[in-house]
């Protein structure tokens, strides 16, 4: 009798966990992963702070180091040095031609005393009041002026000539250096370390006092409020998922219990793959199948590389 209740239990409690077994099997299976972003050195230098650990939630456009820019800081003052000295190069052109048209002002001045000179001459020659002599030095006089003012006249055309040619020369150097400038302020800017997206830090790479190059690595990190399911399905399943889709992703939690979570599809592949060596499908003589993503909101458990599976609703 004993022996006979004995088998009773056991078969009914295999029973119930094959029921139980039956219940949670899954449809998809596959691994949790994250978009990393690897955030690396903008400039070349010396870190002088890196305020970060790993396990750090940073804030996007945060800034969590610098980057030595006191080099950018001396290549930008001597940029804007050279450029002083073209606007120096500039000003000194500008006094010769105020010079030359103050010249030809006292001229004109003159000219006009030395023709109200000759008028009055010739009304003393009708007078028989003056010679002739000396309104033929008058007109001489007045052609003298003409002349120098003439002259004047042509040495501000040269010297607006030379200083339009110099204004180009210094207008073709001085573009480049205020662009010059203009990068050298855009990298000094870029040598503070900013953090590009909200996120946890998965690994760093650097620390303050190091050397680091453009393009150097510093830390890595990934947006872990939503992490991604990457799982499979064969070409039968196909016909079952569609974007968008809410699923139920099961975790385990102990060895005998699941933690169950919403998932929305969010990709699925549209060209076929050999079953990854890692990763079984409720078919397992499947060779070929497809690869889906399904968006999975972590309440903190659910960790990159952990193992994961799906049933359709």
């Known amino acids: 009798m004993k022996i006979r209740l004995f088998l009773s239990v056991a078969l009914l409690g295999g029973f119930l966990s094959g029921c139980n077994m039956n219940n949670q099997s899954s449809d998809a299976s596959g691994t949790f992963e994250a978009d990393e972003v690897v955030v690396s050195a903008e400039v070349p230098g010396k870190i002088l702070s890196l305020n970060l650990d790993e396990g750090s939630v940073l804030t996007k456009d945060s800034v969590v180091g610098v980057i030595d820019s006191v080099p950018l800081m001396l290549q930008k003052q001597q940029v804007e040095a050279t450029i002083g000295a073209l606007h120096q190069k500039t000003m ?135 992490i991604t399911l990457r799982a499979y399905i064969t070409g039968t399943q196909l016909s079952q998922v569609k974007l968008g889709q809410n699923v139920t992703v099961l975790v385990d939690s102990t060895y005998a219990t699941y933690r169950k979570y919403n998932g929305v599809i969010s990709m699925i592949s549209d060209k076929a793959e050999f079953t990854p060596k890692t990763i079984q499908t409720k078919d397992e003589r499947a060779n070929l199948v497809y690869a889906i993503k399904i968006l999975v909101k972590n309440d903190g458990y659910l960790k990159i590389g952990m193992y994961g599976e799906v049933k359709f609703n």
Request: net charge neutral; charged share 25%.
């Open 92 to 226: 000194n052109v500008q006094p010769q031609v105020k010079l030359l048209n103050d010249q030809i002002g006292v001229l004109k001045v003159q000219l006009d005393n030395a023709m109200h000179e000759k008028a009055r001459l010739e009304k003393l020659i009708q007078a028989d009041a003056a010679t002739t002599k000396q309104l033929d030095d008058q007109n001489l006089q007045i052609d003298v002026l003409k002349k120098q003012i003439s002259v004047n006249e042509q040495q501000i055309k040269v010297q607006e000539t030379t200083t339009g040619t110099q204004n180009s020369s210094i207008l073709s150097e001085y573009k480049p250096l205020t662009k010059s400038v203009a990068q050298i302020n855009d990298q000094i800017r870029r040598a503070n370390i900013t953090n590009p997206i909200d996120g946890t830090v998965l690994t760093k790479y650097a620390m303050a006092g190091e050397i680091t190059t453009a393009g150097k690595a510093l830390y890595k990190i990934a947006d872990l409020s939503t």
